[in-house]
């Protein structure tokens, strides 16, 4: 949710998606995904990648004929109504970008912990550095977001330019290395892991939707709405193949397995030596840094449209300091989740939740193709594989991962049943109040 201008032409908003996706998710489940799929570790990245660009278009289409600086939130109330089910889902988005500012918290404290030392434990300077970065991000939240969005434009830049050039370099001098081995058909696991792998990495594909929070402010929007998103999600998904290529043909999988949290760094040694690796740890650092800055101020805005909607209390409008409380709420909610959960829990989470969050998307532009003019079995094969997704995802998890498993699925039932409770509570209260 970035700061919007009065006018965004179409590199502002191709911008906007690609700094929504390219945000710290990468650099956190790089490792993940190679541990999962292996030698095919950048078919995962396509995988995930088509059913992000099939969900592009639903949400292009929504986003002409019905932009809102809501985005989602306004999706899901327009498909289905305001009701216990899209207050629900918009109560799962609220929690899934919790989960994302988790996610990219731990990214921090890991490049971090690994290129500084603090105690000279990883664990211990991990946990340090994560709670440090949460409680400063959120501080400069409360200072100014005109800071916050001067860094996140800054970050864009600089992370795009350096892992366009590590792709590049990385290329060049992948056919001398011995490790291109590995990208080998003989090093790929079977199509159940390689899908359900390429699903649980699928947050490092989530951002795109935040050009439709954008969209009432797009030039010529016909024509650069559409442009976009597509734009920006084929421009992550070749980079991400490229990424996970140079990363799986430079180093071998017991060094990957070893450095797991941190692997974008160290498949720049091979081409550039120590200083490749300080290069992206410290380009790591920005985009964790500039991802955390806006999704907690993100995270805090959805959760008080939520409230102004009657979808949560409105004791999440009143204000602490000079921003809604729920920036507040979001801040503590994050420091719990990114010190207690480990990477793959988190990971699964915010995968099962865009996923689902995603597979309504389509089902709501489904539902209204006629007033979008859209091509029915788009949204409805869109929504198909999010769903089919969601399932290989759980189904994987209760097999390897069942804390994750659980923590994912309970994740998207909380947010169910606060809805369902908070209106029946609410109901009962303006029943008694009228006797």
Request: hydrophobic share 50%; charged share 10%; glycine share 8%.
């Amino acid at each position: 949710m970035l700061k919007i201008k009065s006018e965004i032409s179409l590199a502002e908003a191709v911008s906007i998606g690609i700094g929504g996706m390219v945000g710290g998710g990468i650099f956190a489940v790089l490792g993940l995904a190679v541990e999962l799929a292996r030698g095919g570790t950048p078919v995962a990245f396509l995988i995930a990648g088509i059913v992000a660009l099939l969900t592009s278009y639903s949400y292009a289409r929504l986003s002409l004929f019905y932009p809102d600086k809501g985005g989602t939130v306004k999706f899901v109330n327009q498909g289905f109504g305001k009701n216990i089910f899209s207050g629900g889902t918009n109560n799962l988005l609220w929690i899934s970008y919790l989960v994302m500012l988790s996610l990219y918290a731990v990214a921090f404290g890991s490049y971090g912990a690994a290129l500084f030392k603090i105690t000279g434990h990883f664990a211990t300077d991990k946990h340090i550095l994560i709670t440090a970065i949460i409680l400063f991000c959120a501080l400069l939240n409360y200072i100014s977001f005109k800071v916050v969005s001067t860094t996140e434009s800054v970050a864009v830049f600089i992370k795009i330019f350096i892992l366009i050039i590590f792709s590049v370099i990385g290329l060049w001098g992948l056919t001398s290395n011995p490790d291109i081995a590995q990208l080998k058909l003989v090093n790929w696991v079977g199509p159940f892991k390689l899908i359900s792998g390429g699903f649980v990495i699928f947050v490092a594909y989530e951002g795109f939707e935040l050009i439709a929070n954008a969209a009432p402010n797009i030039k010529n929007p016909l024509k650069n709405v559409p442009r976009s998103f597509y734009i920006s999600v084929i421009f992550v998904i070749v980079l991400y193949i490229l990424i996970a290529v140079i990363t799986v043909g430079s180093v071998s999988f017991e060094k990957i397995g070893k450095a797991q949290e941190y692997v974008l760094a160290v498949a720049a040694e091979p081409v550039l030596g120590k200083a490749g690796y300080v290069i992206i740890s410290i380009t790591a650092l920005i985009s964790t840094f500039s991802a955390i800055n806006v999704s907690l101020y993100g995270g805090s805005r959805v959760n008080y449209e939520l409230a102004e909607d009657d979808e949560i209390s409105h004791e999440f409008t009143i204000y602490f300091w000079n921003q809604p409380i729920g920036l507040l709420v979001t801040t503590v909610l994050t420091l719990l989740l990114a010190n207690l959960f480990n990477l793959e829990s988190i990971s699964t989470s915010g995968s099962a939740g865009f996923l689902l969050i995603f597979a309504i998307v389509n089902l709501a532009n489904y539902k209204l193709a006629k007033q979008t003019k859209s091509l029915k079995w788009v949204s409805l094969l869109g929504a198909v594989l999010c769903i089919t997704a969601l399932i290989f995802l759980m189904a994987q998890q209760f097999g390897t991962n069942l804390p994750g498993a659980i923590i994912g699925l309970s994740i998207i039932a909380t947010s169910y049943l606060m809805e369902f409770i908070y209106k029946e509570s609410t109901k009962k209260s303006m029943n008694n109040g009228a006797h």
